[in-house]
């Protein structure tokens, strides 16, 4: 009983002490490397993304690195985002379990731009529109992570998760000399835009002992500053804590039925608060209905989706579909294949 208390008051005081101290550095609208902070999980997304307390197996790479103690044996998932602006980010990861030892993870997340003309300031003597083509740029974005969760008892479990970041903008020509600023003639030098850098998330999460009510904590994209030219940023830190519970078991424990329904806050250092919430309707676990919203966003609102289990010899597979409305951008699509094996 004491090590079920001393647990909940450990994850309070940190998300205190992040909070307090982060709240500090906030720089709105100065974070890079956003594609770290879309959701990636059909399931997540379609629930709003409150996602924290609910996220399990080897999903949790993605959302809460503790919650990788779910996983009973192997796992592997695939995401596809269809993004705004016909960008497309895939997320893939690998989890094994040691049992009492702890969890051990791998992934991958990969952003797809597509085509990306470069154009170049000119002279209308040159060039009538004013700039010319350069020619494709081939912009890269990726990170490759690497995570550890342990199970403290069967209660309380944290997790680490280390990434490599890596991004790639091109050869760029940049204006580094004033020819004659009347007719906005410069001189410019080719540049090579590329950032590698190292980036953290960590994790806890908590089964209070009430039904399945599950607190859980996250403080993700932690890094130091980068450097584009002489603007600073630093990845899309966020802060987020939630709950998640079956509200049913609150009527009968023995149900066909689930209701799960979570909440996330959340402090991420580009934006002011947000609110996730999100529910989940499961018939004997193997269907499910989900249906969400988040709050104070420009873009992302309203979302729901569809899901299924199924089994395919020794192991168990689940299929996800998630759709986000963006407003300006019209929808959001998201797919996820999951398998675990036993």
Known sequence: MKIKYYSLIIIVLLFSFFESNYAQMKKVGQSGMTYLAISLGARESAMGNASVATVNGTQSVFYNPASLTTLNNFGFVINHVSWIADTQLYGLGAAYSFGQYGTVALDVIYMDYGEIIGTKRVDKSVDERGFVTTGDINVQDYSIGLSYAFPINELFSFGVKIKYVHE??????????????????????????????WGFDFGAFYKIGFKDLVLGVAFQNYSTDMQYWTEQFQMPLTIKMG????????????????????????????????????????FKKMFFVRAGYKFNYDVENYSFGLGFNFTLGDFGASLDYAYTNAEFFGNVNRLTLNFNFN
Request: without cysteine; negative net charge; hydrophobic residues 40%.
């Open 168 to 197: 790639y903008l091109g050869n760029v020509p940049i204006a580094v000399k004033e020819i004659d600023a009347a007719n906005q003639l410069y001189g410019y030098e080719d540049r090579e835009w590329k950032i590698n850098n």
């Open 243 to 282: 709950l998640a519970m079956d509200i049913l078991k609150l009527w009968n424990d023995e149900s066909d039925f689930e209701l799960n329904t979570a909440v996330d806050l959340l402090h991420p250092i580009d934006y002011t608060e947000r609110v996730h919430v999100g529910t989940e309707l499961a």
